[in-house]
């Protein structure tokens, strides 16, 4: 039986899923038919764009980008908050849409997703359906990418979007991969693009036909990788992703201007440890490693770690643990981007409290479970910290940051 494979791509995640909710509930506009963004906050206009509309898009707004950035290009852009908690929510229920389909689905990403396709009859009419049944029966469209590969179906994914169905199989790659220029290659960044262009590389097709002992000599093993993905060569296999296997979560944030205020800088890591510490809560895990980091205004990089007695998940643990690494290595220097990262992890049933608090850990895990039961019925801003009050500063900072063992085509790279 011929292999298929199917690379399913929600388009423009964040707002489509934050579109498809307001539209659920009553709101008029959509999202998605004016220039938008998620990302920051609205009413400072600070952070970065996280996903935009594709009217956003002709303006040349662009993902990553600060708020600052997208309003100067385009300043009637509507601007809405994220909802992680929202998005987690939209993730699993096309998950489970997908597994209705097929046996095999492999998560790629929070948005992406691989599918073993093979037993279909006709493999491009059921992705059409597949695709179609997700939008109307989620409110989200996605694009699908059919080959018999994971690389060539994640190529044809990315060809012309919202909402289609494209077909990349090793017959189609001379006419469909081979003229676009060599940064639509999966896995060229802008370095190996600098690379490929000094040797007069600038097609995809350039690169299939170059010699791979000289792509070898310039780029060691990357260049051999480039030279195989080019012809379409690619076998991993479909493997199931469990957040279980999950070996570290972790988020920081760029701050919207250079902070030296301690205070500031203790509410931003408690932020990013309430998101932290809820993914590790979700999965079931405790950490035993916390590691803290940031980059200063001069771009120097500062980090610390820590190995603990035994793990934790409560959210004020880590935030407590988080500060005393930073004032360790903090020299009091402007900082413009921090973060947190757990890891080590243990099964949550094998908690053991500290000798000296017990009373007191078993009440902070009860809070936290109440507090994330809260967040996940009626959404990340139902219940918030009083330390937020009257600062401009987010209450919980980021998204889904978990990191997999090898499991997936993109830790093979």
Partial sequence: MKRIVYHVDVNSAYLSWEAAYRLLQGDALDLRTVPSAVGGDPLTRRGIVLAKSIPAGRYGVRTGESLMEALKKCPSLHIVRPHFSLYRRCSAALKEELESWSPRVETFSIDESFMDMSHAADPILTAHQLKDNISKKLGFTVNIGVSSNKLLAKMASDFQKPDRVHSLFPEEIPKKMWPLPVRKLFMVGARSEQKLHSMGIHTIGDIAEADPQLLYQRMKSHGILLSNYARGIESSDLRHYSPFDAKGIGNSTTLPRDIDQRSDLRLYLLAISEMVSSRLRAIGRLASVIHVHYRSSLFHKQGHQRKLPSGIDQTMHIFECACELFEEIWKKEPIRQIGIRL???????????????????????????????????????????????????????????????????????
Avoid: K, M, W
């Fill in 343 to 413: 890891s080590d992890f243990s099964d949550s049933n094998c908690f053991q409290p500290e000798i000296f608090r017990p009373q007191r850990a078993e009440a902070e895990r009860r809070l936290d479970r109440t507090i994330d039961e809260l967040r996940e019925r009626f959404g990340d801003d139902a219940i918030s910290r009083a330390s937020f009050l009257h600062t401009s500063i987010p209450h919980i900072i980021g998204g889904v940051g978990e990191e997999r063992y090898d499991l997936t085509l993109r830790s093979q790279l």
